[in-house]
Structure formats: C-alpha cells, structure tokens
C-alpha cells in the first residue's frame, strides 16, 4: 500500500469533515457553557430565532437533520423554557413552535457571538476568498447525493 497516491488529508470529504469540526468547537463551547445546548439544540434555537414560527418537521428539512435529533432538541429547549409548542387547531397531530422571551434573549446574545465567530474565522482569508468559500460550499451543501459505482 506505500504506492498508494490516495491522500486522506486532501479527501474532499475528509477535509471539509476536519473543517467543520476544527471550525465549530469554540462555537460549541459558547452555547454549551452559557445555554447547556447540545449543537442540534443551538441548530433549532437558530432556525426559530431567524425564521419565527415552525413545525418540528420544517426544521428538520431546513437543517437537514433527522426528526428524532430535532424531536429532543426541542423536548430539552421546552423543558428550559427556551421554547413553547401550540397545537395546530386544524391538525392535533402538528405542533408549532417559537421561542419564550428567554430564548429570544439566547438567540440573540449567540447570533452576536455566531458574528463575532465568523469574521474571526474568516480574518485570515481575502474578502474575495471568503466569497468564494461561501460559494462553493453553499453549492456542495444544496447539491443532491451522487451515485458514482
């Protein structure tokens, strides 16, 4: 296997795996050491603060996680109180969700720091490298799984 020319640290995947880890564990540890959130929790809280009233189901699609991860997200940000749920009067099996005035206060003192985060991670690139960053991974992220075999 010395003669294989297959370089993981170049792996398209592995790298972009490596920088979403490398670029997101001082985030993590804001949201976990001032809210106690877990980052499916802080994914939530996000969608909510940006975006207003959502059903469970709509956050999992916007997100793109799964339904059981968002279903506990939610379950630990309504027993914070970061979170209330209302019955959909048409439909009993649908709840919507927005925040409490205390996760509007967690969702705003993060997105500061969400800002804050950003420019620090993108100070060492170019205006023009960080567009160009945005882009390409604004593209693989909307980009359907291939079949390649």
Same mark, same amino acid.
């Given at each position: ?11 398209? /995947? ?6 979403? $880890? ?5 985030? !993590? ?24 009233? *959502?059903? #469970? ?17 939610? +379950?630990?940000?309504?027993? %914070? %109180?970061?979170?209330?749920?209302? %019955? ?6 649908? $709840?919507?969700?927005?925040?409490? /005035? !205390?996760?509007?206060?967690?969702? #705003? ?9 950003? #420019? ?6 170019? $205006? +023009? $490298?960080?567009?160009? *960053? ?5 593209? *693989?992220?909307?980009?359907? /799984?291939?079949?390649?075999?």
């Amino acid at each position: 296997m010395k003669d294989d020319k297959f370089e993981l640290a170049l792996f398209l /995947p592995y790298l972009l795996a490596q920088a979403a $880890e490398n670029s997101s564990l001082a985030f !993590q540890q804001v949201y976990k050491d001032r809210y106690g959130m877990l980052r499916t929790d802080w994914r939530v809280l996000f969608h909510l603060g940006l975006y207003g009233r *959502l059903t #469970a189901s709509e956050i999992g699609v916007r997100a793109k996680t799964h339904k059981t991860k968002i279903s506990r997200a939610v +379950q630990r940000l309504t027993e %914070r %109180r970061f979170v209330e749920r209302a %019955r959909d009067e048409q439909d009993r099996r649908v $709840e919507h969700l927005t925040l409490t /005035p !205390q996760g509007l206060a967690a969702y #705003a003192d993060l997105r500061e720091v969400a800002r804050r985060y950003e #420019a620090a991670l993108t100070d060492g690139l170019t $205006e +023009q $490298e960080a567009a160009g *960053l945005r882009s390409a991974l604004t593209k *693989l992220a909307k980009a359907e /799984p291939q079949r390649f075999t």
